[in-house]
């Protein structure tokens, strides 16, 4: 990710940050732009139909900067000390994280999300980084698998040198910018973290969300329980559980199924969640509900300290018309290997070079500053000096003994809910 940029070891990854089998020497820039291209997932929708939402409201209610200064207000702020800002009128980078912090659940929510008892902490299930350019109005995102190893900076008591990069967020998010930026030489400028209150809260606001279920389903783990088949009104508690459900089961002819896709499947309900409640949203021509919806969101927003009310006002403007279509998408590349030093860490990924490089220059429309510390294969320290030979037997920094494992990109599926 950034750095020295080793040759040839080659393998592409699916939103989810899975493996496709090594793709071998440097990509061309059309076979890149191929590799990476895939369905928008839900954070990206978020932050297109945030910003329809909010034009939508400053149009409605009249009061422009006034109003937008009040919600402001309202949003919760984090110091974040080691964000480096942009020259003004320059791009900049927006690093945007999901949390699935607990703190302030309300009893109702626990059902749906469980609680600090059992699901204490704080991790960045979602990571992405969107790169802005003012000048034209652009805007592009990459995604980074939240099961990536990386290299951690700071104080490393609580994850010890090398961890997953949803680990660096449990002190807060300085944590993870520093490890970004250290790990990919990609300078971020600004913070916005999402939490569960803001989805739930918005799903309610609008009076709920429609979702066509072709089966019963039900998930033990976030409270998911659709006892019918059929078009369904779900209120925020429930649409939540469909967004977070990742051991979803269908029934079907008595036989209640597992969902083999896992991560996959769940990315497939995020994306029919979001385009539910984005597709009511701006149906909205009611000033009080438009009013209702924004305020929810903004309880499960948090931005850094020196956002400001003027950043938000210019992305505003700079996105009012913005189609969520051409909204530029990519995954930084990672694989899978069975053998490693990090056996207690599970299932995790690797950042597979030289793609993440190009990846990350053609994410930023030029290279990336040098990494300082490179996130490192599984055996370690990745060599600054390598051959073209792939992960399957260098390793990331020693013989590897076993490939790469690849797991389907694939997503669709007949068993989960759609918008109706």
Not at 2 to 24: H, I, K, N
Not at 41 to 69: F, H, M, P, Q
Not at 97 to 117: C, L
Not at 357 to 366: A, K, M, R, S, Y
Request: charge should be negative; include cysteine; hydrophobic fraction near 35%.
């Amino acid at each position: 990710m950034g750095g020295d940029r080793p040759d040839g070891r080659g393998q592409q990854a699916d939103a989810a940050g899975t493996a496709v089998p090594d793709a071998g020497p440097v990509l061309t820039r059309n076979e890149r732009r191929v590799a990476v291209r895939r369905r928008r997932t839900w954070l990206e929708r978020v932050l297109v139909g945030a910003i329809v939402v909010v034009s939508s409201v400053l149009v409605a209610v009249g009061s422009g900067d006034a109003y937008l200064r009040y919600r402001f207000d309202q949003v919760a702020k984090v110091t974040v000390k080691h964000l480096r800002a942009a020259p003004a009128g320059l791009p900049f980078n927006v690093l945007l994280i999901g949390s699935d912090t607990r703190a302030g659940i309300s009893p109702a929510d626990q059902t749906h999300v469980g609680n600090q008892a059992n699901a204490g902490g704080q991790r960045s299930d979602v990571v992405k980084i969107v790169h802005v350019v003012p000048a034209t109005g652009q805007a592009s995102v990459l995604s980074i698998p939240r099961d990536t190893m990386v290299t951690v900076a700071g104080d490393t008591d609580q994850t010890g040198t090398y961890d997953r990069i949803n680990a660096t967020d449990g002190n807060g998010p300085d944590q993870l910018v520093q490890t970004i930026e250290a790990n990919s030489g990609v300078p971020i400028a600004h913070v916005v973290q999402i939490n569960f209150v803001g989805f739930r809260g918005a799903v309610d606001a609008i009076g709920g969300i429609n979702l066509d279920f072709p089966y019963p389903a039900r998930d033990a783990s976030t409270g998911l329980n659709i006892p019918t088949s059929g078009c369904q009104h779900l209120d925020g508690g429930d649409a939540l559980a469909v967004a977070r459900s990742r051991h979803f089961q269908y029934d079907n002819n008595g036989y209640w199924h597992d969902d083999p896709t896992s991560d996959f499947g769940r990315i497939q309900r995020q994306n029919a969640f979001l385009k539910a409640l984005v597709d009511r949203a701006e149906k909205q021509d009611n000033p009080l509900t438009v009013n209702a919806l924004v305020g929810s969101v903004v309880q499960g927003v948090t931005v850094d300290s020196t956002f400001t009310v003027k950043d938000l006002i210019t992305l505003a403007q700079e996105f009012h018309a913005y189609s969520s279509a051409s909204l530029a998408t990519a995954t930084l590349p990672t694989y899978s290997q069975a053998a490693s030093r990090f056996p207690d860490l599970g299932a995790v990924l690797y950042v597979q070079q030289p793609q993440a490089d190009q990846v990350v220059t053609e994410f930023l429309g030029g290279p990336a500053e040098v990494a300082l510390t490179p996130p490192p294969g599984p055996y370690g320290p990745v060599p600054t000096a390598t051959t073209t030979t792939g992960p399957s037997s260098t390793g990331g920094g020693a013989p590897a003994t076993s490939s790469p494992t690849p797991t389907t990109t694939t997503i669709e599926t007949d068993v989960d809910p759609t918008p109706c």
